[in-house]
């Protein structure tokens, strides 16, 4: 790769000093002269019909300025499948669900308000298993009116209902060959179930927003979402008004992994602050977060592999069953999404998959980094381990034998281009010593070592727009709408603008995610914004650059395609003594001399290729490919149950690195999350309750959870992508993905038992144990 004097140096974050010092402006931090405090009012009930709601108590207490119900606002519905209102209006479908909301001078009145609402119901069967709420006939129908919603525009094509099955609101399908002949051609055939609990995000800051409509007709929204242009569209939408009076603004966020998904908080605020002509403040409590937020959806999954006596993979066919909760969220996307993470890393001649995304009446679920890819990883990667024990083989060997390469084509008909599988594969197999027998401790602990492979797709065919601000001094102003949510995207703009100006990283400033100022974006999901937004940025500089070469050209007297830039200078190719300084171009007033500002823009869309809907065949119906590997060190103990981690690490594949420091804290993260999946997180959800709604019962990890740092390693694999701004490309959704299956097959090669159902907690180890040795288990 060439050497570049911006992109792959380690730079300091350009928001670093801000937070160390807690300068960094949060929207919790919002305050306006006569804010109000809002608070919804949640059902008890996971099921129920709304027969009245009595508000006139809580409107007469005194503070309070405001209260409305579903019935007062309007009824346009929120999701990509168009299910679900701001406030319940004539029914409830999972316990917490909002149905009244109050506005008061504090928030204690607003809370006491909200008590004093008086909502009678009449309780409905309820269905919280989603293989018994997938069946013809249920126990109860969530959405009786589900094939008459609609679906909101997306850039790949809506799949399949089963009106025959009105729990199910999406089926994916994937077929590629013909899966029976190839388990009649295999020579061992292995099938198997796994499953993944839900989630939750654990996110720092709570969700929250503040709306203000101003004296100029303008509403105003601060808001934790992570498409802001996206949540003005439905702000506009449903409320009626103009998208010239709707604002989004968005600052740092205080952590996202793909829990930000609550347009219903950010329009009740909006609701409020129409009705009452004030400004109003609402933030959910932790143990609303839990139950409000689209935790990670917990999912079922089947899997059955045939293969050769030599470890060669001949067929797969696997099912995924998704507890999507009481609504969509974007459990579209989720469905279709989950696929990837087993298409793209193996060759398969024969492969089925069918996702099923049921409605139930548990709290709604959404996504989580990874958008589905772990639970398929977990499944595919622990059966890898399987097959090859069957066989006799090295699970390492048997990855290898049937990873896909460059240029090779995929099961939906993609040539697979930026690969690093095999090398990421290959580091982590070097770095844990695969291969030599770990130290044996006495005593009843024991020691086993792991290995997983896995990726992450991208979303093509959506659009990022920029603009490039050069200044009379020379400065650089980026203007972006991808969201700060802790990933450091703000500091990877300001490279890329600095490497395309020979610039350095202080002479630019970012400004973002402010719908009045900065231009669109379609969201900080997917891993797309190094990628997406990059390209915009990069497009934008280079618009910005050839009118400044313009200018330049007519005092120089020399053809603007002689001309480059470095160091605020602007100077011929070949003589760069002759030249002149950008401010030169400018008045002292700080105009250009031709008039005007200088402003470049930048847009990028990701090609997309039509899909078949009933086979999922596309030429190129993802962005791009991340691959990483995992590998994992444990100690079990025998007696306890008890997990503890020796080594954990990871390598990924990101095309090129902008900020190696950066893509080593991304990989942090992952291994830290993925360590939880593993071993820990449970979100306990009994007859729609959830019963750990907290920090102190749920148990995510914590640093003494992990090993120490010299035993923990962060490592790269980089594979350019033709298309990615200096070949780079997003990958931190794919970090956690392939952590839990290898902590799960070390786990299983210490002990010899496999824990099939996630998180591999100490009682069900004790149990299998048990279960091994053909006693029963403790209670």
């Known amino acids: 790769m060439t050497e570049l004097s911006v992109i792959g140096k380690n730079t300091l974050r350009i928001d670093a000093l801000d937070k160390v010092t807690g300068k960094a402006k949060y929207v919790i931090d919002v305050m306006l002269p006569g804010m109000l405090y809002g608070k919804m009012l949640r059902s008890p009930h996971p099921h129920a019909r709304i027969i009245n709601i009595d508000t006139s108590r809580a409107a007469r207490l005194a503070g309070v300025k405001a209260v409305i119900t579903g019935r007062d606002i309007s009824p346009e519905r929120l999701g990509f499948i168009r299910d679900r209102t701001v406030l319940a209006i004539d029914r409830v479908r999972f316990i917490g669900e909002p149905v009244a909301a109050v506005a008061a001078v504090t928030r204690e009145l607003a809370e006491e308000a909200a008590g004093l609402i008086r909502v009678d119901y009449e309780p409905l069967p309820a269905v919280f298993d989603p293989e018994e709420a997938m069946k013809p006939n249920p126990a109860a129908v969530i959405h009786p009116e589900l094939l008459k919603y609609a679906l909101h525009p997306l850039p790949f094509p809506p799949y399949r209902f089963e009106p025959d099955r009105p729990n199910i609101l999406i089926h994916r399908h994937v077929e590629h060959g013909d899966v029976e002949q190839g388990f009649k051609e295999s020579d061992l055939v292995l099938e198997d179930r796994f499953s993944a609990a839900p989630m939750q995000h654990c996110l720092m800051e709570p969700h929250n927003c503040v709306a203000q409509m101003g004296a100029d007709g303008i509403l105003t929204v601060w808001t934790t979402t992570y498409w802001a242009h996206w949540f003005k569209a439905e702000v506009s939408r449903v409320m009626g008004l103009p998208p010239s009076r709707v604002r989004v603004i968005s600052l740092y966020i205080g952590g996202n992994f793909g829990g930000r998904t609550t347009p219903h908080l950010g329009l009740t605020a909006a609701l409020l602050a129409l009705k009452t002509q004030q400004p109003v403040k609402m933030a959910f409590t932790r143990e609303e977060v839990f139950i409000d937020s689209a935790s990670r959806e917990p999912m079922v999954l089947y899997i059955k592999d045939g293969v050769k006596k030599d470890g060669t993979l001949v067929a797969r066919e696997m099912k995924a069953i998704i507890n999507a909760g009481?609504?969509?969220?974007?459990?579209?996307?989720?469905?279709?999404?989950?696929?990837?993470?087993?298409?793209?890393?193996?060759?398969?001649?024969?492969?089925?998959?069918?996702?099923?995304?049921?409605?139930?009446?548990?709290?709604?679920?959404?996504?989580?980094?990874?958008?589905?890819?772990?639970?398929?990883?977990?499944?595919?990667?622990?059966?890898?381990?399987?097959?090859?024990?069957?066989?006799e083989m090295d699970p390492l060997e048997m990855r290898r034998r049937?990873?896909?390469?460059?240029?090779?084509?995929?099961?939906?008909?993609?040539?697979?281009?930026?690969?690093?599988?095999?090398?990421?594969?290959?580091?982590?197999?070097?770095?844990?010593?695969?291969?030599?027998?770990p130290p044996l401790p006495s005593g009843s602990w024991k020691v086993g070592k792991g290995v997983a492979q896995g990726c992450r797709q991208t979303i093509a065919g959506t659009t990022s727009v920029a603009a490039v601000k050069v200044h009379e001094d020379g400065a650089i102003e980026v203007r972006h709408s991808a969201h700060e949510v802790g990933q450091g995207c703000n500091t990877t703009m300001a490279q890329i603008a600095a490497e395309e100006f020979g610039a350095t990283v202080d002479m630019v400033k970012v400004v973002f995610t402010d719908t009045a100022i900065t231009p669109f974006e379609f969201g900080t999901?997917?891993?797309?914004?190094?990628?997406?937004?990059?390209?915009?940025?990069?497009?934008?500089?280079?618009?910005?650059?050839?009118?400044?070469?313009?200018?330049?050209?007519?005092?120089?007297?020399?053809?603007?395609?002689?001309?480059?830039?470095?160091?605020?200078?602007?100077?011929?190719?070949?003589?760069?003594?002759?030249?002149?300084?950008?401010?030169?171009?400018?008045t002292p007033l700080g105009y250009l001399v031709k008039g005007g500002e200088l402003v470049g823009n930048g847009v990028f869309t990701c090609p997309i290729s039509s899909e078949d809907i009933n086979t999922g065949q596309g030429k190129r119906?993802?962005?791009?490919?991340?691959?990483?590997?995992?590998?994992?060190?444990?100690?079990?103990?025998?007696?306890?149950?008890?997990?503890?981690?020796?080594?954990?690490?990871?390598?990924?594949?990101?095309?090129?690195?902008?900020?190696?420091k950066a893509c080593e804290a991304m990989i942090q993260m992952g291994l830290a999350i993925g360590t939880g999946t593993a071993l820990t997180e449970e979100m306990v959800v009994r007859e729609g309750r959830i019963v750990n709604p907290n920090f102190m019962d749920y148990k995510a990890p914590m640093a003494m959870d992990m090993p120490s740092t010299d035993r923990v390693a962060y490592q790269f694999a980089p594979a350019p992508h033709r298309e990615g701004p200096y070949g780079a490309k997003g990958f931190a959704e794919n970090t956690p993905v392939p952590v839990?299956?290898?902590?799960?097959?070390?786990?299983?090669?210490?002990?010899?038992?496999?824990?099939?159902?996630?998180?591999?907690?100490?009682?069900?180890?004790?149990?299998?144990?048990?279960?091994?040795?053909?006693?029963?288990?403790?209670?």
Not at 534 to 560: E, H, I, M, T, Y
Not at 751 to 777: F, H, N, W, Y
Request: aromatic residues 8%; contains cysteine.
């Open 740 to 779: 839990a299956p290898a902590i799960g097959n070390a786990v299983y090669h210490a002990i010899g038992v496999r824990i099939k159902d996630l998180p591999i907690t100490k009682e069900k180890i004790l149990a299998a144990l048990a279960a091994k040795a053909g006693r029963a288990s403790a209670p």
């Open 621 to 660: 119906v993802v962005a791009y490919l991340s691959h990483g590997a995992n590998a994992a060190e444990v100690a079990v103990n025998t007696e306890t149950g008890e997990v503890k981690l020796l080594r954990l690490g990871g390598c990924y594949d990101m095309g090129r690195p902008i900020n190696p």
């Open 402 to 437: 049937n990873l896909l390469k460059e240029a090779d084509e995929d099961v939906c008909g993609q040539i697979n281009h930026s690969t690093g599988a095999r090398e990421c594969l290959d580091k982590m197999a070097g770095w844990i010593e695969w291969g030599t027998t």
């Open 525 to 586: 999901v997917s891993m797309r914004s190094t990628f997406n937004t990059g390209n915009a940025v990069q497009l934008a500089c280079q618009d910005a650059k050839r009118q400044l070469f313009a200018l330049a050209s007519a005092k120089l007297g020399v053809p603007a395609e002689g001309l480059d830039i470095r160091d605020n200078r602007i100077y011929v190719k070949g003589v760069p003594e002759r030249g002149l300084r950008v401010p030169e171009l400018f």
């Open 326 to 391: 009481a609504y969509s969220s974007l459990i579209v996307q989720i469905a279709r999404s989950s696929v990837f993470a087993t298409v793209g890393v193996y060759r398969m001649p024969h492969f089925k998959f069918d996702a099923y995304a049921v409605a139930t009446n548990e709290p709604p679920y959404g996504p989580f980094i990874g958008f589905g890819g772990s639970h398929i990883v977990w499944a595919v990667e622990n059966h890898m381990d399987m097959l090859a024990e069957k066989l």
